[in-house]
Structure formats: structure tokens, C-alpha cells
């Protein structure tokens, strides 16, 4: 199973996990051979408070998945046959599942087995618990559950073909972040308990199948106008990992490694912003290891993916708000690739822990831009994330701006937010800045090597870092670990970026925004992405909730002179529509209103409904009507957000 990938890394890797069984060309009654348990040590399970799963008692290691994508129907149906590794004496084990229709389970002899789902959570949906006879030590079983999902799973979207960039044919893709895995595969959906797993996936014969997977071959025909995809990821990932896109798909490489898949009208433009990704694998190596995964593709999904993009494994999922035609977004690729780290390799064991993964990518993200574009770029980055934070800050319960976050009967979706992202970054450059960065970076590529396909928890990763890093009273005292995580707000020892680049935007914005000036003096055309982001998000000091900065004229000439109806960079619509709707802006309702119903990135949808909700009689008609035209081609993910905010229409 030696993949084309020369990478030494790999190769090693593959053998420390035992080489791997060979796969049979099995129909979907057939089973496949057991997977070889990865060779990797015990781990000690924290308790995930977002899983019914008791591993210590028994737990998934391998799950292989053999199920048809109905399009009609909207369900995904077959079998999951799990491999199962239990303590002696144990006779049951408990799974997640969440709106599932469960027809049998099996033995691996075919044999039924006993099960029950337990009551239904709004949130964490049920516990399959499945019976059978006392395990033996060191003994390893497999069980299969023969189920189908339902039209509303709430990981699964379905596209209609007009949903679609080709309109010619449909499309499916799941987002299975947090706790979404559930909603399409029975298993212990538990971000702290690892499976290998393998996929075979029967679609129209006219679509092709994409997973977080090595692809095994080409499809194989599987019953008249069907084809069957199979796949495999032989090492250890957490279940809200696991992805699945088909589509009209195609594929253009951008070198031997690394490549982007998406719709045949979407390719070109796709691939040519997304050069920059080879590269990026490259400095990723050059500064924390060997990425372990082999390939590194890209899958540029249709518009209404609710986030800007998804680290799954091998193929990110993307948002195609990213292709905004200069390159300048491709940050996204940084941080998404940056997980294969931090998070794919190194996993928060919970979602308290959430800061864990995103926190560590936004730092190696920046550390990615530096290398590529430049320390001026990676700052004018990171001071963006840092206004973001300070608006963050100031709308949070303090308790939820402490990096281990209390997320006891609320959604894992609650910690999605600055605080993790970029307190979090904040926390490890104030460490590099204190102990340098080559003591760093030599800590956190051992923090990497040393945890590779473990969970971690916030407390081991202060035991890690205070037996390799901080090992002095003085250092432990200068560094106030305990504080940044778990004490709310910023403590003493943060020193904010400073972007000399950002000096001659803020003039300008005073200019404009505060001194009343022309848009005609903003130095609009010479400045980047980061630049104009920077000038849209000034706003005055201790500007009240519900006033206003500007007035209509000037509105009309911001919105003319920097030619904002036609503006085609989603960050900039986005940031301009904000301030729109902040002023009851009615000349900006028909971009808002394209910009709604054509994409649906929660980062872009939410707010903006929100800031609508905000503005009472007038906004309130306004976001209703249109999210009424929005929400059928919105992602569950966002729909469930929005529906809090406006109500179902
Ligand atoms: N893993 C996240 C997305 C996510 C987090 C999905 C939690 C569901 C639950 C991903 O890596 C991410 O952070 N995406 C960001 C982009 C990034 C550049 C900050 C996004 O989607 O906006
Ligand atoms: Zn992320």
C-alpha cells in the first residue's frame, strides 16, 4: 500500500502501523478483513461530556463504511461494521448516533445482536447501546450496523443541480465538526477516541466521490447507472474527521503531492489561486515535521459550505469565497494545513480543549505566511485577528473568554469563537516572545512528534510544555500559563501586534471616518486585501451598539468611489455590508441581499443577520424576507445559527 508520495516520513509511518490488510474486493454482504490495530500506545480517555461513549470500557478502533448515496431520497444507506476492542467481561458498547434510522446489528458471523437508543438530546443526540457475549482479554470483534441517514442530517447537504456551479448535476458533502459525525455514522463520536476507517460509496455513475481518505483506484461499476468508490485512511483520526463530497468533480494538480478538486467551471480559477498550497506544504515540513497524511488536495466545494474551510484529512474542504482572483486569501490554506498538526496529529481530547487546535493552527498558520509572503504580511494578519479578539472580548460572558471554556449542556459550536482562535495564538506568541523563537519552535515540534494521533488535553499540554520548555520558577512566572487559560480576558504580559503597514491605513480612515474628508483621498487601489479590511473595520472609540459613524452622503461616496456594488472579495463585501447595515444603509440592500443568497459561510451569513435583527423595523422585515429566499440553500450548520437569530420562515 506504499503510496506515490517518496516521502520517507510516510513510509515510515506505514510501517510502524503494522503495513495494512489488503483490501477485498468485497459487495456490499461481504465483509472486510479486520484492520490492523495502529501501533500506537494507550491512551489515558478524558471524559468527552459531548459523547455517550465509555471507552475505557469498550471502543471503536476501525470503522469501514459500505454505503449508497441515494440523491432522490436524500440518504446515505448501508452498513458500518465497526471493529471493537473492549476490557475483559465487557458486554456492550456504546456508540453516538443522532437522527439515524437504524435497521440491524450484527455479529461478524451475521448473527443479530441486541441494541437500544436512549433518549434523544437536542444536542448530542442518542446512545446506541449494543449487546453482546463477554469479551475475552486482548480479544478484538467486529460488529456491523446496517442504518440509514435521514434528509435532514444534519452533517449531509444535499445540492440541487441549480445549487451547484455547473447547474447540471447534484451534489452532497458533509461537515462533521464537532459532533456532527453522529448525524451519518453510528460511532463514538468522541474527538478523543481514534479510528482508522475505510469507505466504499456508491454514487450515480455520473458524479465521483471525494473523501478525507487515500482513494483506492477508480470507481468500480456497481449496479446499472452506479459506480463504487473506495477508500482508506490507515492512520488513527478522530470521527468528526471522517468526509465525504460527490459532485461533478474534477481535478487539476498543482505538483506531485498536492492538487485541487472541484467543479469542471471551477477549476482554473480554483488551481491558480491555490498554487501557493505546494509551497506551503514545504514550509509547513521545513518548520514542525514531516506532514504524515501523504497527499494534500483541495476540494473547492459549492458556495453554500458554511465554513471558510475544514482541515479534513488529505483533502481540505474549502469555501470558494476564497477565490477571489489575486491570491490573497490563501491564508485559509495556511491555517487548514497548518491543522494537519495541530489537530488532525495533535487532537483536543475534548471541546473544552477546542483552544488546543485552533489556537496552535493560528499561530503555525502565521508562521506559514511569514515564511511565504513575508513578516509584514504575517502582522498585518495577525493585527487583524487581534481587532477581531477586542470586539470578541468586549461581547463575551467573561467565563467564555477564558481558553478552557465550561461547556457543560451547551453545543460545542459556543467555543467557536475568537477567544480560541486568536487568545489562543496570542498565548503562544507571547511564549515565543519570551523564551525566542528557536526554543520554541524546537518545544513545539516535539509537542508534535511526542503527541503524534493523540488527544490532548489543556492540563497535559502544560505538563508537556513545563517538562520541555518552562522548567524554571522565573520562566513559569514571566510566561503566566495559568492565567492565559484559565482566567477571562488578557493578562498583563500580552504585548498586541504592531503593524507598521496599518499606520497609513489608520490615517486614512481618520481622515474619512472621523475628520469628514473625500473618499476620493483613500489610497484605495494601491492597497491589499489585509489593507482594505483594515480600513472597513475602523470604527470610533467607545462607539455605542446602534449609532451611527457616518452620514448618508458619506456612505454614497464610499460606496461609489471605491466601486463597492461590484466589488467581488467576500472579506471586503463583507466587511463593507457590516457598516451598511450598521447605518440602515437602503442603497446597500440589493448587495446584501446577492451576497446572502449566494453563498452561505456562517462567518459571513450570521453576523449580518444578526446586525439586521439588530436594527429593528428596519432590518427585521428586511432579514426575513430574504432569508426566507436564503435559508433552502443553506448548510444545517448555518441554518441552525441563522434559525436562532431571525426564526424559521
Ligand atoms: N476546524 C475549523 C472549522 C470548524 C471549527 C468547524 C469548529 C466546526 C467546528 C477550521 O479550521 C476553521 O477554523 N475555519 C475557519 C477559517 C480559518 C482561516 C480561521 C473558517 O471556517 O472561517
Ligand atoms: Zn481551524
Redesign the pocket.
Known sequence: MIRKIGLVSALALTTALGGCAAMTATGSETLIPPHPVPAIAPVDYVRDIHSYALPGIARVTHVALDLAADFAAMTLSGTAALDVTAEPGANEIVLDVRNLDIQDVRDAAGNPLQFETGPDDPILGQPLTIRFPAFAPGERRRIVVRYSTRPDAAALQWLTPAQTAGGQKPFLFS?G??ILTRTWVPTQDSPGIRQTWDARITAPSDLRVAMSAEALGGGEPAGPGQTAWRFRMTNPVPPYLIALGVGDLAFQAIDERTGVWTEPSMLRAAHDELVPTAEMVDVAERLYGPYRWGRYDILVLPPSFP?????NPRLTFA?PTIIAGDRSLV??VA??LA?SWS?NLVTNATWSD?WL??GF??YF?NRIMEQLYGRERALMLQSLGWGDLQSTLADLPAADTKLKIDLAGRD??EG?TDVA?EKGAAFLRTIERIVGRERFDAWLKGYFDRNAFRPMTTERFLEDIRAHLVTTPELERQLMMDAWIYQPGMPSNWVPPVSDAFVPVDAAARAFFADKGPASAIPWSGWSTQERQRFLAWRPDGLRPGADWLTAAQLADLEATLNLRQEGNAEVVFSWLQIAVAHRYQPAVPTLEKFLTTMG?R?FVLPLFTSLWAEGDWGRPIATRIYARARPGYHP?TTNSVDAVVGRP
Open positions: 461537515q465538526q464537532a465554513f471558510g474551510g475544514m482541515e469555501t491564508s485559509l491555517h487548514e491543522h489537530g477546542f487546535n485552533e493552527t493560528v498558520e460545542p459550536d467557536l482562535y459561510r462567518k450548520v
